[in-house]
């Protein structure tokens, strides 16, 4: 596989650049290949005066938002020279980057090694191993971080380490970003400059792009942060002594985090809503029932915010719009939050949220 190098476009400038190039070339590739990702506008009758729109990032060739995250920190490993053909690629996460780094390293032809919590739904691991990659469980989620570091240094890897590099891979004053994406979809929309911009965090990649993408571009929008009551990311941002929450873990995957990571940034953040697991789960199967396709739950954390903030915005007579992400399908959690013996065994009282979201859905109104 690593014979397949080309010196198209010119002479190689550095010895040993040549399979470098050539891994560049074909991310470039697939980048070229997938088209964007849809804005899916959600029907409210009942708030004429406030639009919601879902940026629907489960259309990624992985699936999920994370897609754009793992060829970001790819081509940012290979520039800085810490990815050759003979690296081994080790990450901490709870799926969905492995996923799409398990893909990245496919296309590659390089060992990927996946350290991910116990917990981790089935249907993650599953698409992890589908693509290639390997997967080290461990049971205490904060022990990721020290296992994959130690993964790698034994076999003379790289560690990915996506919560450091999240905030600084991807170019968050454009080059097609998820926040320029979101910009020129919404050009021809009756709001097209949004109220609010709606996301989780749980590298904090995602709402540092956002927060400065709309500060350098000089926009009125506002970054709302939609994070489950045991992450510790709220917290900080309210006082920044905060940095752990003793390993207190959400049950929603992807987002919510035990200990601030390196790439959340606070201060480009306006406002945080706090979220139970019940609720997000609960929106996540309302809004899979209202759009007759499965979302994740961190989809659902997204939409609680919204209804809040639609709410808000419709009592004090303010039209405007709000985009938030659909971040990866409901497929993956088949055996989780669309599974009612899991939710019944954890006490989750699901019934009582799904019929506020259905209110709001309904009314406008998110009680």
């Known amino acids: 596989m690593h014979g397949r190098v080309s010196n198209e476009g010119g002479a190689l400038g550095r010895s040993g650049d040549r399979w470098t ?151 968050w004053r454009g080059n097609n970003n998820i926040a320029e994406s979101i910009f020129a979809q919404m050009t021809r929309e009756p709001s097209p400059v949004p109220s609010w911009i709606v996301c989780g965090a749980g590298t904090g990649g995602t709402s540092a792009t956002l927060g400065r993408f709309v500060r350098y571009h000089r926009h009125p929008t506002r970054i709302c942060v939609a994070d489950p009551a045991a992450s510790i990311f709220h917290r900080h941002w309210r006082d920044r002594a905060m940095r752990a929450n003793g390993g207190v873990c959400s049950l929603i995957e992807g987002i919510g985090r035990p200990r601030v990571e390196p790439s959340f940034v606070p201060t480009v953040i306006d406002r945080m809503e706090v979220v139970e697991d019940a609720a997000s789960i609960a929106a996540a199967r309302v809004l899979s029932q209202h759009l007759g396709r499965r979302v994740g739950g961190s989809t659902g954390t997204n939409l609680v915010a919204c209804a809040r903030l639609a709410s808000e915005m419709a009592a004090a007579g303010v039209d405007g719009s709000i985009v938030t992400l659909l971040c990866d399908s409901g497929d993956r959690y088949a055996s989780t939050y669309f599974n009612d013996a899991w939710i019944a065994a954890r006490g989750l009282a699901v019934a009582e949220e799904e019929a506020r979201m259905r209110q709001f859905l309904a009314t406008g109104a998110y009680r």
């Open 21 to 171: 190039d050539w891994a560049i070339g074909r991310i470039e590739a697939d980048y070229t290949r997938s088209a964007d990702t849809h804005l899916i506008p959600l029907s409210l009758p009942a708030l004429p005066g406030v639009a919601i729109y879902l940026k629907d990032e489960s259309s990624h060739p992985t699936g999920s938002l994370k897609h754009r995250l793992a060829r970001s920190l790819f081509l940012h490993a290979l520039c800085n020279g810490w990815i050759t053909e003979q690296t081994t690629v080790v990450e901490a996460s709870s799926g969905s980057t492995a996923v799409s780094e398990a893909y990245f390293a496919r296309m590659l032809g390089l060992p990927f090694i996946a350290v991910v919590p116990q917990s981790t739904a089935a249907e993650k691991i599953a698409a992890i191993e589908a693509l290639g990659g390997l997967c080290h469980r461990v049971g205490d989620p904060c022990a990721v971080y020290g296992e994959a570091e130690r993964l790698a240094a034994e076999r003379g890897g790289h560690y990915m380490d996506q919560f450091t590099f999240a905030e600084r891979a991807t170019d």
